[in-house]
């Protein structure tokens, strides 16, 4: 005899996005990992990063993460979650012109 057991699944995760079709905790997250990534810019440029790999760091470790698979879930988010990431990457902008990196 074989005896199945089932679980009721709570909260299904595939590529960031729920069994709600919600990406606002994908963005909240991301956001949230990321923002220290900005902190970890200042560091750098404090310790003599030149201008063009602060760039390059900026998109390699902010901007990619931060829109990694956009095109799957932009249309499920939020006008809310759209102004969190508009947010974000105006902060980011701030940083960069802070230390005198202009983004490309």
Not at 39 to 57: E, F, I, K, S
């Given at each position: ?18 069994n ?47 829109l ?37």
């Open positions: 005899m074989v005896l199945v057991v089932c679980r009721l699944l709570k909260k299904l995760k595939i590529r960031g996005v729920t709600k079709l919600s990406v606002s905790d994908r963005v909240r997250h991301v956001i949230a990992s990321r923002a220290s990534m900005l902190h970890v810019l200042r560091v750098l440029h404090c310790h003599g990063m030149n201008d063009a790999a602060l760039n390059t760091v900026y998109h390699a470790v902010v901007i990619s993460r931060l990694y698979g956009a095109s799957a879930w932009w249309g499920f988010t939020t006008a809310a979650d759209r102004q969190r990431i508009d947010a974000f990457i105006r902060r980011g902008i701030e940083v960069c012109a802070e230390m005198g990196t202009e983004v490309a």
